[in-house]
């Protein structure tokens, strides 16, 4: 089993919903990253958790690190938001990846 | 400001080949690291640095080795590609504020 798991895999919005990928994981972690990985195959980091609640433009991510559950929101989506977005958890120097969820907006 | 810098983009290679990834930094970041992107999967770790002079295997080590002999530097080596290793590799480095971390923009090899 994949210590980070992430739902769904695939998922097909139209223009302007609201999205929600989630992320569970089962090792004890010290911080929890969202990237996303864009069709040329660049990876960026979106933001860095270790709690609560972050908020950058359209795109909200939250953690509970009780439930070892996180979330990465995105508001109002558009279709520059295609991609593949990918959670990783930081325990000590290593970092364990989900496989990531692709996402198509469609206009 | 160039971030991280891995070259080449694309490579072929024949089974038995060796060849060195080249990955570099301008950061001055003392954590770097090598992943394999394979599909359907997470990226996996196939060798991390500390620093200068130190490395340590990942989850996914065998076939490859890596050096670090100054803190920008981090090249990993093919021994003898094997088609298995045919993968999309990314080097990162991880530091500044917040801890984030960056990637390279990555290097399709495809051993035949």
């Known amino acids: 089993k994949n210590e980070v798991e992430q739902s769904p895999q695939n998922l097909t919005a139209q223009e302007g919903e609201f999205i929600t990928i989630n992320c569970s994981y089962s090792v004890g972690i010290s911080a929890l990253h969202w990237l996303q990985q864009h069709p040329g195959g660049g990876i960026v980091s979106l933001f860095m958790l270790s709690s609560g609640k972050k908020k950058h433009g359209r795109l909200i991510a939250t953690i509970n690190i009780q439930e070892k559950h996180s979330s990465l929101h995105i508001t109002a989506s558009h279709p520059r938001d295609s991609a593949v977005y990918i959670c990783?958890?930081?325990?000590?120097?290593?970092?364990?990846f989900g496989a990531g969820t692709r996402l198509t907006v469609k206009p | 400001n160039a971030g991280v810098t891995q070259t080449p983009k694309f490579q072929v290679l024949k089974t038995g080949q060796s060849m060195t990834l080249q990955c570099a930094q301008d950061?001055?970041?003392?954590?770097m690291s090598w992943y394999r992107q394979d599909p359907g999967m997470g990226l996996r770790l196939i060798h991390y640095?500390?620093?200068?002079?130190?490395?340590d295997q990942g989850e996914v080590p065998n076939g490859y080795n890596v050096s670090r002999s100054t803190t920008e530097d981090f090249p990993l080596r093919l021994l003898s590609a094997a088609p298995s290793q045919t993968s999309v590799y990314f080097c990162?480095?991880?530091?500044?504020?917040?801890?984030?971390?960056?990637f390279g923009e990555g290097s399709w090899l495809t051993v035949v």
């Open positions: 990162a480095t991880t530091g500044g504020p917040g801890n984030t971390i960056y």
């Open positions: 640095s500390v620093g200068a002079g130190i490395t």
């Open positions: 990783a958890v930081r325990e000590g120097v290593d970092m364990r």
């Open positions: 950061m001055n970041h003392e954590y």
